[in-house]
């Protein structure tokens, strides 16, 4: 390779480091705004501020405030889906992934706060598809949605679970979680993490497990007390 091309290689390779720099800070503020003040209040050029950049560089690595905000659902729902993914690749019972996959979810979304109230910006329940905006949510929901109601029928199988419709459990159990995030977010997310989902996975576990696993499931859930 000559001299010439490696040089022109090299300034091309920055450059490209440079975009993806300048791209996860445009989305890392877009996702405060978004969360802070909603979708349709948002202004690009508070995103641009926020970020440190200019609004030439700005529309350079995203054109529009549209693409800007399913480029920040695109990001985080990828990272959940891989994590949700990755518990049914373990070697582990449908009760144990029902409950590692709970606390799972939660913490993600504990985490990303800014991106959860984002979410909860939208008033619109999670687990109703046609209601979510970018179709980056509706794949990501729907993925979600089968994996869960999956994981009830297997429960339901190895009879863990009470026989009921799997997909009316996985809808009820993300609508609880809705609920539940959106308490947090108001009490000011002062309860620890730990806390919140110990709760949610009691109240899914009293919902949904048979009487005589539910003991021996609170105790897997390392929920200590009594049923």
Known sequence: MSTTASTAKAQESLRDKKRE????????????????????????????????VSLTTLYSVLPSKWEIYRAVNRRRLKEVMSLAQGMFQRDATSLETLI????????????????????????????TIELLR??????????????SANLFRQGIKDGYLIDDDPELMARMVIASQQVRLAMWMDRG?????DRVADAAL???????????HLASALVAAGLKDAP
């Open 21 to 52: 720099l300048y791209r996860g800070a445009v989305l890392d503020a877009a996702e405060r705004v978004f969360g802070e003040v909603g979708y349709e209040a948002t202004k690009v050029s508070r995103i641009a501020a926020e970020a440190g």
């Open 189 to 193: 997310c002062k309860e620890d993490p």
């Open 134 to 147: 970018s179709p980056e949510q509706i794949e990501a929901l729907g993925a979600g949605l089968d994996l």
């Open 202 to 212: 009691r109240h899914l576990l009293r919902s949904y497990c048979k009487t005589e």
């Open 100 to 127: 590692a996959a709970t606390r799972m979810q939660l913490a993600f979304f504990m985490r990303h706060r800014d991106f959860t109230k984002m979410q909860l910006k939208e008033v619109t329940a999670w687990s």
